[in-house]
């Protein structure tokens, strides 16, 4: 896995989605210090719909690494794979890493026990083909456990008014924004944001052949801000 490199032909796919590349320290230290709470609450949802287990488990979009030891902690070894050598330049201290495209993994069919991503939704440039790689990776009764913002609350579409205040508009709109009120820090100014929709997030399982298992709504300001579910492959 260490020594993985994605095929020079890839290059060309990932000219947006190496963006974090320019923006790996401030990511680095961003999990850990402004959005420590967002992290902590990340690895209590990935901790319990991952479970126990052992084996491989795929981080697809492993960023940092951030999660590597909440995976560790459940039994699995973790291997990482993201598009950003700069955010590997990171995760690497914390797990195994290759460079690889979420949509195209350079694993065999069935090689891994287990696999999970953490906010990869809004990044990947699509979704569906990002869910049918981590279904085709998996074994036969293995487990994707993933945890992303919340499609219904959390987006370009939800403005924030006075207060508490939300104001939801644009729901359809999946084009790549940077901007937002209230979103002049934080990672859409500096690489954008893809909204999803709630059918584009849960219907990329059934269209892969995975079956969902569970699933959770977190959140602490009065809506929730991250959805996260388990989907299995099944046995054969
Ligand atoms: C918001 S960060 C999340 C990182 C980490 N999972 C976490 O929870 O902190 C999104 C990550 O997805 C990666 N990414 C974007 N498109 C990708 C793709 N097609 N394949 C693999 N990784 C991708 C980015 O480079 C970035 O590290």
New binding site residues.
Partial sequence: MADMRIAAGNMA??TR????DEH?DW?AAY?QGPARRH?AQ?AEALSELLGDGQGQCL??????G??ADTIRALGWQPVG????IG?LQHARQMLPVAV????RLPLADSSVEAAT????H?????WGR?VNEVARVLHYGGRFAY?GVHPCFVGPFAKRGAGEVRLFTGYWDRSVQFSGPGMAEG?RPR?GVRHRTLADVLGALPAAGLALDAIKEVGSDGFPELLAFRALKRNE
């Fill in positions: 796919d990932m989605e190496a963006a974090y790996a990511y999990v992290t990340t981080d697809l979009g492993c960023g940092t951030i999660h794979v993201d598009v950003s955010q690889a495209d979420g949509g991503a953490t906010l990869v809004t990044d990947v440039a699509d990002v945890v990672i690489v």
